[in-house]
């Protein structure tokens, strides 16, 4: 499985935009990017998921280089309920389960 | 209102003492998987399984035990074996094998040990 890097931690300031990379510099073909929040005491939630270029959805985007060895997740104008975790993983098909590393934490101050 | 629960939300374990969690999904999920995080780390993996009578270990499945008799349940059992079961489970399900896949998570159960 490929394996991913991310900050252990950042701050931002509420109304600001955050992204935070990842890096992945041994995905394979198949693989997929799928980023996950996590609140405390929660279960984490599915937020995002691409392949390549470009994905955007309610809640966030995720921008993919050509060469797919990082990712980067952009929440827009951050509010206080956006402090969690958010775990970056990399994945084929359901053939083994996706791993999760400790993730970043992000805190978002008022 | 399709979704994974989990009960309870809290267990108490004494020593010595069997305990067994639940885990029930109405999504028709095939996959289910269970997950332990300690405080400020990550989620790691105990079991998983793919099909209906078939599971497979994770990265720490010693002291852990588990059953998938019917689709929608896969209940765990913590062990006396398991010499540090303080933490909180969290319990997943997933389509299956079909890419790419996306987990989704149960409320979880925080077990704390007497």
């Known amino acids: 499985l490929a394996k991913t890097t991310q900050p252990i931690s950042m701050d931002s300031y509420e109304g600001q935009e955050v992204n935070i990379t990842c890096s992945h510099n041994?995905?394979?073909?198949?693989?997929?990017i799928t980023w996950y929040q996590q609140f405390p005491s929660q279960g984490p939630r599915f937020i995002i998921q691409?392949?390549?270029t470009k994905v955007t959805n309610e809640v966030a985007s995720l921008f993919i280089p050509a060469d797919r060895k990082s990712s980067t997740l952009s929440l827009p104008r951050v509010s206080l309920s956006d402090t969690a975790v958010y775990y970056c993983?990399?994945?084929?098909?359901?053939?083994?389960?996706?791993?999760f590393g400790k993730g970043t934490r992000l805190s978002v101050i008022a | 209102d399709g979704g994974i629960t989990q009960s309870p939300k809290y267990l108490f374990r004494k020593e010595g003492q069997n305990v067994t969690l639940s885990c029930e999904q109405n999504?028709?999920?095939?996959?289910m998987y269970w997950y332990r995080q300690d405080p400020g780390q990550g989620l790691r993996l105990i079991y998983y399984?793919?099909?209906?009578?078939?599971?497979q270990k994770g990265d720490i499945a010693e002291g852990y035990s588990v059953s998938r008799e019917k689709k929608e349940s896969f209940p765990l059992t913590v062990t006396s074996a398991q010499k540090n079961p303080t933490a909180f489970y969290l319990c997943a399900s997933s389509p299956g094998r079909e890419a790419p896949e996306t987990q989704y998570f149960g409320p979880g159960t925080r077990l704390l040990v007497l």
């Open positions: 399984s793919q099909i209906v009578n078939d599971f």
């Open positions: 691409g392949y390549k």
């Open positions: 999504l028709n999920h095939d996959a």
């Open positions: 993983l990399v994945g084929d098909a359901g053939n083994t389960p996706l791993v």
């Open positions: 041994n995905i394979a073909t198949n693989d997929y």
